[in-house]
Nanobody, 127 residues
């Protein structure tokens, strides 16, 4: 199982940008598809973005498509979420998640598919 630690959250004005990072422990990071999810107060955790093991395939929630970009650096055991044009409705705790898979080009969007989770990082967007 991989250990995940998120960083990069904070307070930003609407229209601003942030880049979240998620550092993974272990030497098998490239065996995991990675995802970002978020949970706002009083709401259920929701899918944000996911990237395949090889980084070649991505998928996004409609609410962030065109504004957020997920990427990974397997040499650094890190996955990123670049967030541009932030809106107050993007305010949430953002979680990084990992899913072990033998399929290098698959992406996964369901939270139940992911077996490892980070502790989360708070993103607050002020209007």
């Amino acid at each position: 199982q991989v250990q995940l630690v998120e960083s990069g959250g904070g307070l930003v004005q609407a229209g601003g940008s942030l880049r979240l990072s998620c550092a993974a422990s272990g030497r098998t990071f490239s065996s995991y598809a990675m995802g970002w999810f978020r949970q706002a107060p009083g709401k259920e955790r929701e899918f944000v973005a996911t990237v395949s093991r090889n980084g070649g395939y991505t998928s996004y929630a409609d609410s962030v498509k065109g504004r957020f970009t997920i990427s990974r650096d397997n040499a650094k055991n890190t996955v990123y979420l670049r967030m541009n044009s932030l809106k107050p409705e993007d305010t949430a705790v953002y979680y990084c998640a990992a899913k072990g898979t033998s399929y290098s080009a698959y992406v996964f969007r369901e939270a139940v598919s992911f077996g490892s989770w980070g502790q989360g990082t708070q993103v607050t967007v002020s209007s």
